[in-house]
């Protein structure tokens, strides 16, 4: 590993297996999630000729619950060639670029178009208004690196919101690296450079 990577982060691992049900058994009753990133699961099963027989209202707050389900079936069914883990990633790749596309995305985003960093720097208000509980805080460590800490991010943080970050980074036509330590089911850092 690089000497620039800290002590104690890893590059992503893939083997997991499917613990949805470990989460679910731990997660928050009250959390929610804005319906955009529920549907894009569905959007993307469709576009694959894959039907997920759900559809959901963009600004709506769904349980918490019913996008870790969705999830796990649309990682299953969409990429039934992969391991768990790097479907998650894979559907986690998906969602800035139609989350930066939507009415919320654009708005919140604007003044960052394609400036990765400037995307780091609004992650924690983005996460703010479209899912709970969640704390993404991101801290720059040098010109073209952050440490992000994501605390009580129930959505398969070490996967699916890699996969996220992953996808910011081809969405703003960066190339880069992201590396984790899992400190729990729903807290991880990353460490991101580019």
Do not use: C
Not at 37 to 61: P, Y
Request: charged share 25%; net charge neutral; no cysteine.
């Amino acid at each position: 590993m690089s000497a620039d990577v800290p002590q104690g982060f890893a590059a992503p691992s893939f083997e997991a297996e499917d613990d949805t049900d470990v989460r679910l058994a731990q997660l928050p009753r009250d959390g929610w999630v804005r319906g955009m990133f529920m549907q894009e699961v569905v959007d993307e099963a469709r576009s694959r000729g894959v039907l997920l027989n759900h559809d959901f209202t963009a600004f709506h707050k769904y349980p918490l619950s019913e996008f870790l389900r969705l999830l796990q079936e649309g990682a299953k069914r969409i990429f039934p060639d992969r391991s768990f883990s790097r479907a998650l990633y894979s559907l986690g790749s998906l969602s800035y670029p139609n989350f930066a596309k939507s009415m919320a995305g654009r708005a919140l985003f604007a003044v960052a178009g394609t400036d990765f960093r400037r995307v780091l720097e609004l992650a924690g208000r983005g996460y703010a208004v479209t899912v709970h509980p969640g704390d993404v805080s991101v801290r720059f460590v040098g010109e073209r690196s952050a440490r992000v800490h994501m605390r009580h991010i129930w959505a398969f943080p070490a996967t699916y919101q890699v996969g996220v970050l992953s996808g910011a980074m081809r969405a703003t036509n960066v190339q880069g690296d992201v590396f984790i330590r899992e400190n729990g089911l729903d807290d991880v850092e990353l460490f991101i450079r580019w």
